[in-house]
């Protein structure tokens, strides 16, 4: 890909389990690259679909979303119900031919920051892969 | 007797016995246009034509609005619906935007419809001279692609394409529907024709889906197809399944300072009026895909020509599948957004 195309990845985190992870990370001194905008949410659950259109429409390169592992929702069941609209996003994005790898749903409890940690780094890493987002660069959609 | 005349003769004589206070069905307003209306005289019928090849919009939003504060309670009302319009009702009422109280649900096999622009100076044909030719290919593209030409989930059906049209019932109410009017029906479900016109149908939509993964898919094709949409919203009104209040793409959340719109036309390249086109039709399609019952009122609502509907079909089949869902099916299959399982789907999570 393009030399020094650092990926802009916006990262919807629920508040009670991957933000607090980012923060331990954060507070432990784990390094991870700078890639990630977070964005605090009170659950998964509370992502529409459409947050994570627009953020891919509006310049983000992926769109990460963080929630409490199956069972462990806050809310009882807002994670099952996140899984199941970024399905239906996956599977408009899979049909429409716009890469639905961009959109990357993932479990990480308050206390694992070395996952958030290994996984910031992963998907960064594959996003440098797939180069910039095309859907944010026409200004005609 | 005609088709048309056979549908309309039980509703006249079940407005006479008063079985039911009103019927909902097509009623010409001239030579060249129709609407749904809610009729409650006998000699109202004289202007309506469940049959005849003209789509004003999916019926099902006609009942939303007139049972969503409350079903009528006194008299009962028979609602008749294309196979497209039925299913629509179905999802609506597990949506909770019907109330299925006191409504006797009619469908019938359904040719399909003509795009209601070819009316603009020509009458629309009555339902038996529409039903004289069973192979016409003057419909629109999404009546062309049709996945049921008939349903199962009405009261009642009318087999207008087998020999002899008959009345089946599919439930209890039905039966005894048909049976007060001393209407003759059907126990069987003939569908020999049925089955031919479906499979062209079939067909039809498989090459309909070719054509799209040519000319749709991927973001250039995508951008051509919706390269001339003004954004007005009207898919989104006329789509009986769209039913919020506030539509989200119509709320403050569209609103910005001036300078992150300066922001974001530096990034984009430019910045689109109306804006947010994209976020629109993709955003419209994660709300509502799992319940498009690919009626095609989005499709004849737009002023631009845009496939809107063609394109919501086929995407909403492929959403609808990941969950083994059909909308409008059936009555007892949950709507996917309204359920989940703990054990599903775990392929979603991760990077794929
Ligand atoms: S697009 Fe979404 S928010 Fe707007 S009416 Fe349809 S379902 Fe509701
Ligand atoms: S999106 Fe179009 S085809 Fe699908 S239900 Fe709505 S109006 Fe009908
Ligand atoms: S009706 Fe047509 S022009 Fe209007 S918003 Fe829908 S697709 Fe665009
Ligand atoms: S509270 Fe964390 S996903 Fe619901």
């Known amino acids: 890909m393009a030399d020094g195309f650092e990926p802009k990845i916006v990262g919807f985190f629920c508040n009670w389990c991957t933000s607090t992870a980012a923060d331990m990370a954060g507070t432990s001194r784990m390094k991870y690259p700078p890639n990630v905008r977070p964005i605090r949410v009170m659950c998964s659950g509370s992502v529409d679909p459409s947050y994570i259109i627009r953020a891919l429409l509006s310049g983000a390169d992926a769109v990460m979303v963080g929630g409490c592992h199956p069972g462990d929702c806050h809310y009882i069941s807002g994670n099952y119900k996140a899984r199941r609209r970024i399905a239906v996003l996956k599977s408009i994005f899979d049909t429409l031919g716009l890469e639905p790898e961009r959109i990357y749903l993932e479990w990480i409890s308050a206390s694992e920051a070395k996952k958030f940690v290994e996984t910031i780094k992963k998907f960064t890493e594959r996003v440098r892969q797939m180069g910039p987002n095309k859907l944010a660069q026409r200004w005609e959609f | 007797m005609s088709l048309t005349e056979k549908i309309n003769s039980v509703c006249r004589s079940a407005l006479e016995k008063g079985l039911v206070g009103g019927v909902v069905t097509l009623r010409r307003t001239a030579e060249n246009a129709a609407v749904h209306a809610l009729v409650t005289k006998p000699d109202q019928i004289e202007e309506t ?208 300072e001036g300078d992150i719109f300066l922001d974001l036309a530096e990034r984009r390249g430019g910045l689109r009026a109306p804006t947010d086109v994209g976020l629109f039709h993709l955003g419209r399609m994660s709300h509502m895909a799992t319940s498009c019952v690919a009626c095609g009122a989005c499709e004849e609502a737009c002023p631009e020509g845009i496939i809107v509907g063609q394109v919501f079909k086929w995407v909403s089949e492929n959403v609808q599948k990941v969950f083994d869902y059909v909308a409008g099916r059936d009555w007892e299959e949950e709507v996917p957004l309204r359920t989940f399982r703990e054990d599903e789907l775990t392929e979603v999570t991760g990077m794929s």
Request: with cysteine.
């Open chain 2, 49 to 256: 034509d469940p049959l005849m090849p003209y789509f004003p919009g999916n019926g099902a939003d006609f009942v939303k609005k007139l049972t969503r504060i409350a079903p009528p309670r006194n008299k009962k009302i028979l609602v008749i619906l294309r196979p497209c319009e039925m299913r629509a009702a179905v999802e609506l009422t597990k949506l909770a935007q019907i109330q299925n109280e006191n409504i006797v649900w009619m469908t019938f096999d359904c040719l399909g419809t003509v795009p209601r622009k070819e009316f603009e100076d020509k009458p629309i044909p009555g339902g038996d001279e529409f039903y004289a030719d069973l192979n016409r290919e003057d419909i629109r593209p999404l009546c062309a692609t049709c996945d049921f030409v008939r349903t199962n989930t009405a009261d009642i059906g009318f087999l207008a394409f087998e020999d002899g049209a008959p009345f089946v019932a599919y439930t209890e109410t039905g039966k005894q529907f048909l049976s007060e009017l001393g209407v003759e029906f059907s126990e069987k479900v003939a569908d020999d024709k049925f089955n031919q016109i479906q499979q062209k149908r079939n067909q039809n939509k498989a090459e309909l889906y070719e054509r799209l993964e040519k000319e749709v898919k991927g973001i250039d094709n995508l951008v051509k197809t919706f390269a001339r949409c003004v954004n007005c919203h009207n898919c989104m009104t006329n789509c009986p399944i769209c039913f919020c209040r506030e539509c989200f793409f119509e709320s403050e959340a569209m609103d910005f």
